[in-house]
């Protein structure tokens, strides 16, 4: 079995991807997120893993896009703990880092450390680990990297500073795609996302929340993203508790449809754990 | 009177700017959507524009961080028609053209356009503007630039293709910013921001926006960000329409506080209109 991510060997999707399956399937890196999406859909990979959220940068947009885009089911969850690393080639000391490169999500979160450095250059890069790769694949003196332990592991690099994030709380959800819905057992905590879109009209969101509310239905996550070609009109994700297999949740999409313009079931799935990561001679 | 912008000169927060102030007012630059805020807040701008959602790519949530943290008001806002022109030096031409700077929004409006072309390298760079002025001091003849008619204007820059976005229903919503409150006459049609946080609880949301949709509020935007320090919590940001000089609204923004564990009114603003900038020599 293998499950596409986006990004270098050692980036955090691949991290959480290792967490979530138990290493038993081999992870394969691709260039973009989009190219986990058609991967999984064109049936070259069983699995793909997106990052979704992260609690401290919020939602990654693009990847709700291109959940709807294209037919797909969310069949799991995973929490992930980051926690980013300063990294550099042997031999080279804080003293010689004139230029760091990361994601600009890594610059992001190590503001308050980075504030504390003489003005080094900031070089935005695709994900952390190629920041990584980068420095290490040019054998750059002055320069360092934002990245993750595993990627000091895995690109041989010393690491001149640990835990460097302004914030402890820093956790990313990722999504697992496939291309068959997951099999519920129902003595499973489930979850359920669902995409949809509302006639313009007043008291609209309203109605659709209430389905839930009505029901006692436990509210996780909205998100809304613009319906292109429709100026100032959203469609609106939504994370609740449990899955159709329960009779209020069923009721309650049901109702959803109703009064939707729009309505499509995303996956219903068993709620994630939180996994800090295990870093790796591999 | 000074309005301070993100972007080189010719940048469509420039234009938005000058269309809704009527070019009475001093458009000043600043580097980063931050140093908006802060001018406005030491009083050395008496106003500030920044863009806070686009029809295709969505809500600038930087913007909406940005306006909880700081202590301004929302005075107005501004819808700007965007169309983008790929330009460069006199003299080049399309064949000439083997790498083309503008900022990823740009590109990412571009896709249909770009993909036509022999794959030219992208180089993102922090506006649109930028890539003009950048195309321009360094005199390059193998580059071109994805921006706005007036920066070909501003830099003396020849138009190699108009109008190349995917979807041309691409429009900029822009807020103003001010110290000091709107002022609001009764006449005017008028919105009002809010931002709040709710207690962790099944149908919490629900209730919050209830308070709207009891007293037949038209709520226009829901967006949600991370609280930081708090994994999976969010603060909701909502436009309705009206504002506190009506008695509904007024009603619904004292229920809010009553169910909210923190409620602040961002500014209430009379209703922008949409603008299609004029370009001028200048």
């Not at 319906?227 to 609106?236: I, T």
């Not at 009064?259 to 591999?282: D, N, S, W």
């Given at each position: 079995m293998t499950i596409a991510f986006q990004g270098e060997r050692?980036?955090?999707?691949?991290?959480?991807?290792?967490?979530y399956f138990g290493g038993k399937h081999k992870a394969v890196s691709v260039a973009q997120w989009e190219d986990v999406f058609t991967g999984v859909e064109k049936g070259k990979r069983d699995f793909g893993i997106i990052p979704i959220e992260n609690s401290l940068g919020g939602s990654i947009h693009k990847n709700y896009d291109y959940l709807l885009q294209h037919d797909l089911h969310i069949t799991g969850e995973i929490y992930l703990k980051i926690s980013q690393f300063l990294l550099a080639n042997k031999g080279v000391t804080l003293h010689h880092?004139?230029?760091?490169?990361?994601?600009?999500?890594?610059?992001?979160?190590?503001?308050?450390?980075?504030?504390?450095?003489?003005?080094?250059?900031?070089?935005?890069?695709?994900?952390?680990?190629a920041a990584a790769k980068i420095i290490k694949d040019q054998c750059l003196q002055d320069a360092a990297a934002i990245s993750s332990m595993q990627a000091a592991i895995d690109y041989d690099l010393r690491v001149l500073a640990r835990?460097?994030?302004?914030?402890?709380?820093?956790?990313?959800?990722?999504?697992?795609?496939?291309?068959?819905?997951?099999?519920?057992a129902t003595t499973t905590a489930m979850k359920t996302s669902v995409v949809f879109s509302l006639k313009n009209m007043a008291g609209a969101l309203f109605r659709g929340l209430s389905v839930f509310a009505l029901r006692d239905i436990d509210l996780l996550k909205i998100e809304s993203r613009p319906?292109?070609?429709?100026?100032?009109?959203?469609?609106?994700y939504l994370d609740f508790a449990g899955s159709e297999l329960d009779t209020p949740q069923r009721n309650a999409l049901?109702?959803?449809?109703?009064?939707?313009?729009?309505?499509?079931?995303?996956?219903?799935?068993?709620?994630?754990?939180?996994?800090?990561?295990?870093?790796?001679?591999?």
């Open positions: 050692g980036a955090f999707s691949e991290l959480a991807a290792i967490e880092v004139r230029r760091i490169f990361s994601h600009p999500q890594g610059f992001e979160q190590c503001r308050i450390y980075l504030d504390g450095l003489p003005s080094p250059e900031l070089l935005p890069v695709s994900n952390t680990a835990n460097i994030e302004d914030n402890k709380e820093n956790i990313t959800r990722f999504l697992i795609l496939s291309k068959k819905p997951f099999r519920p319906v292109k070609g429709k100026p100032f009109e959203y469609m609106f049901n109702h959803l449809r109703e009064i939707t313009v729009f309505c499509r079931v995303l996956g219903a799935y068993p709620v994630g754990r939180l996994a800090h990561p295990e870093y790796k001679k591999r």
